[in-house]
Every structure is written in C-alpha cells, then in structure tokens.
C-alpha cells in the first residue's frame, strides 16, 4: 500500500474558488437544444419545453453558468433568427454541423431556461460570420432597458425587463481553420476590438471573453493568446479563453490518468503570458482565464459523428463515459481548484446527450459515468482554495513524465475543510493522512467515494448506477489529522469539521 500526505495550513490561501468554475455549456448541436433540453412535445415538459427529470437532473448537477449557443455553431449564427414568434423565425442549413436548425429555441429561451435552474447566462457573439455592429445589437436587445429599437423589440417578444447577461464571449475558436470565418490574428483583433468597444459602451457592466488558442496542439498556441491579450488589453478582455478536449485513444490508462499535468501546464503558461502582457502594459490590471470548453472527448469523432446531413437534431457526438473518465473529469475540477487564483470561469462542454453526463431518450435521463464526478465537487462550492505540500509517491508516465499517484486539492471554507483526492493507483490502494498544522480536525461531515474496480465501467440504460458514488464513512481521526484508505483508482469528496 502506498502513503501519501497532505499538509495544509488555513492561511496560506491561493483564492477564492469562483462559483463559476463549475460551469455548463449549451450548442447547437445534434441532441444537446432539441430533445436535450428544449422538448416541448414531451408528456414531462413545462411549458417552456424543458422536462421535468432534466430539470432535476441539471439542478443536481449544480451548475453555475451556461454558455450557449455554441461553439462552432456560434460563428454562424444571427441571433435575431432566434427571438420573435416562433412561426416567423425562419428555418436554415447551419454549417458548423451541417444540419437543419429551426431556431425555436433563442436568446429569450435560454434566458428562461438559466432563470428556471439559477444559472448564470453566458452568450457567445457571432465574429466569424457576422459584424461587431450585430454582437453589440444583441447586448442592446439583452440589457438594456426599453426606449431603443432593439430593447423595445425585447419588450415585444415578451420581457419587459432587461434580461441581464452579465458575459459575453468575443467569437469561439477564432484560430481554428475549421471555424467558419477563421482569420489571423491581426484581423480577429480588428473584429473583437471593433466588438468589445461597442458591447461595453452600450452596457459598461458586461465582462468580454477574448478568443485564446483552442487547444495546445495549435501551431500558434501562446502566440496568439499574447497577441490577443496585447490588442484587447484588460479594459476590453477581461478573459483570454482555453479550451481543452482529452482521452485515452491509446487504450494506455496510465497515460491517461496523468493528462491532467498537462492541464496544469496549459493554465500555467497561458497564465504566465497574461502576467507577461499585464507587465509590459504596466498595468495594474490583468487578463484572467476562462476555460470556457473542457471534456473527455475522443470516442464520437468520425465523419458520421460530426456531420448532421441536413438532418434536424441528429444524434451527434453522442460519448459514452466510464469510470476513467470520470476520474479524468475530476482531476480536471481539482486543477482548476488548485488555480482558483486564475481560472475563473469554465464550462464542461456539454450538458445534455452532446458529450455530456445526461443522455435522454424518450422513457428518462441517464446519468453518466462524469455526471457523479463532477457533482461530487460542484456540490461543495465556496471558500478559498490552499496551497498543499504533499508528499507521495509518483509513477512515469509515458507522454507527462513523472507524476504523483495522488491528486488532490484542498478548499477551506469558514469552519469546514474540503478536501478532494484521486488516487491513479491502477492495483494498490494509497493510506492517505490530511494534516492541518494550525487547526484541528474534530469531526467528518458528508463524505462521498466513486470507485469501480473496472475502468471501463460505464452506466447504460440497462444498469444505469454501474458507477455512482456512495457515501464513505471510512475515515479515521487521530489527534486532530484524518487517515483515510483511498482504494485503488479512486476519487474521494472529504468534507471535515475544523475546530
């Protein structure tokens, strides 16, 4: 059996642990809107078409934020296809995913819908297709109040009052040759300047998310999220967005439970470029991160997993998650923790049937393998994130190098501690002790385990709680420290009563 330690003092804290890292992301995209959570001819839907085991679902998950409408579908998207009588709204062939897309749902939906399940709402402009003139109408017609021609046009469809988006995205993966209107970066600067300048003179409130790289692999990563943060400059980014999709496509489970280094990486040097320009600006405000697209996603990637035909809702990228996968997810959660004094926002794409942990068919709602790991921390939000020294022992990896068989991150919140560890352990379960040098632990509160002895697990609609979480009681006090056996490959959510 392996040990490990964690040392932890309750001052010396890395930040407050934003509510909104535990964000969501909504596209349109194959079932995620229609028949995910837009289906109003569903016996179980309210009358603003989202059903009722969906809504309970979503309100478990405890999601803070939501980002719509997408994603690729973003850069083609005019949004004043979306609003008004549904009747008029016209039908198109969207191209991002090449299907038919009949605009029922739109900006006062999603509104609603964020209302109805107290999330936050998160609205990405359209800078591929369309002009900065179009993004700052749409903050218009959001926020501000009646008396101009796009607001009164709100009011005619039906919201009086302001609907109050508080974030708003400068395009998504600008950088992308995939992306409908993909430029270089001199010219996405041009566009989301000529943006952000009219969005905020129109509501000086909002909060602008530039474009960053959208994966590591670009051959301009870095570069061009400097690029963007030196023409944007703090007052028109408040963020610099990264985005992030992981699996194991080599079948090497090692491998893949040390990819989260990697995720420590990418933060750390996107955050060290946005330090570089803060300084070289000579500003006292800087650019923080919004890792505003993350998840497992390597399965739903064929030709025929991406492309809609013209169809209307197909079902695509439709992943199936199992246990590692869920521990991947977690690690994810645990990183952005331990980052808390930069990561601010970030959204697990997606919610619903669209690589998500809920799938839908027409009988319920399966939660899957990454649903019970991300609830597991999203449910224990609030406080400030602590530095950990740790000792234990590590594994080489075959791509990250050397890495520690325990993951783990540490949020203290008035008198409860939280703790979070994972062990990578493939066979061996790891004695773990939790030491806080200045104060004591004198009882346990709600504790969970997620823990499966085959990696491959997955819940189906046949078995669907093959992987769940269960209470774990097992946790031993000892003059003020706690002892606990972590099984092999598994993730613990510690909550602990300080004295």
């Known amino acids: 059996m392996g040990v490990a330690t964690v040392n932890l003092h309750t001052k010396f804290q890395i930040g407050t642990v934003d509510d909104r890292i535990f964000g969501g992301f909504l596209e349109h995209l194959g079932r995620c809107i229609y028949h995910g959570v837009y289906e109003p001819d569903h016996h179980l839907s309210d009358d603003g078409g ?42 198109v062939r969207e191209l991002a995913w090449q299907s038919t897309e009949t605009n029922h749902f739109g900006t006062n939906e999603f509104v609603h819908l964020c209302r109805k399940l107290n999330w936050q709402p998160m609205l990405a402009v359209n800078l591929g297709t369309g002009s900065p003139e179009e993004a700052r109408n749409w903050v218009e017609y959001c926020n501000l109040d009646s008396g101009t021609y796009y607001a009164d046009q709100r009011v005619r469809n039906g919201d009086e009052a302001p609907l109050r988006v508080p974030i708003w995205c400068l395009g998504n993966e600008m950088d992308g040759p995939w992306q409908l209107g993909h430029v270089p970066v001199d010219e996405y600067c041009n566009r989301a300047q000529m943006a952000a300048k009219m969005m905020k003179d129109c509501d000086p409130g909002i909060e602008l998310v530039a474009c960053g790289s959208s994966a590591p692999r670009m051959p301009t990563y870095v570069e061009w999220d400097q690029h963007v943060m030196r023409r944007l400059g703090p007052d028109l980014a408040d963020f610099i967005s990264l985005h992030r999709y992981v699996g194991n496509s080599e079948g090497d489970s090692e491998d893949y439970l040390a ?28 650019t923080y991160l919004c890792f505003d697209e993350w998840n497992v996603w390597y399965r739903a990637r064929t030709r025929e997993d991406v492309d809609g035909v013209g169809k209307f809702a197909p079902p695509l990228l439709d992943e199936t998650y199992n246990f590692e996968d869920a521990l991947v997810v977690a690690m994810f959660l645990l990183s952005f923790i331990r980052h808390a004094d930069v990561v601010k926002i970030a959204n697990l794409a997606q919610l619903v049937n669209v690589i998500a942990p809920l799938k839908t068919n027409e009988d319920g709602v399966l939660k899957q393998s990454i649903y019970h790991a991300f609830r597991m921390v999203s449910s224990r939000k609030g406080g400030q994130a602590l530095h950990q020294a740790i000792s234990c022992d590590s594994y080489k990896s075959k791509t990250y190098g050397d890495v520690a068989y325990l993951d783990s991150a540490a949020i203290i919140d008035g008198e409860e501690l939280k703790v979070f560890a994972v062990n990578r352990h493939l066979t061996e379960a790891m004695d773990l002790i939790i030491a806080c040098a200045d104060r004591p632990c004198n009882a346990v509160n709600e504790s969970e385990l997620l823990c499966h ?35 092999p490959q598994s993730f613990a959510a510690l909550s602990l009563q300080l004295g």
């Open 50 to 91: 989202l059903r009722s085991d969906v809504r309970e679902a979503l309100q478990d998950l405890s999601v803070s934020i939501v980002r719509y409408p997408g994603g690729n579908f973003a850069s083609g998207y005019h949004w004043e296809h979306g609003v008004g009588n549904r009747d008029s709204r016209p039908t």
């Open 259 to 286: 990819i989260t280094k990697s995720v420590d990486q990418q933060i750390e040097s996107i955050d060290a470029a946005a330090r570089t320009v803060a300084a070289r600006q000579n500003s006292g405000r800087r």
């Open 453 to 487: 002895s085959d990696l491959n697990a997955e819940n189906t609609w046949e078995n669907p709680t093959q992987v769940a979480s269960t209470a774990f009681e097992e946790i031993e006090l000892m003059e003020g420290q706690v002892r606990v056996q972590l099984p």
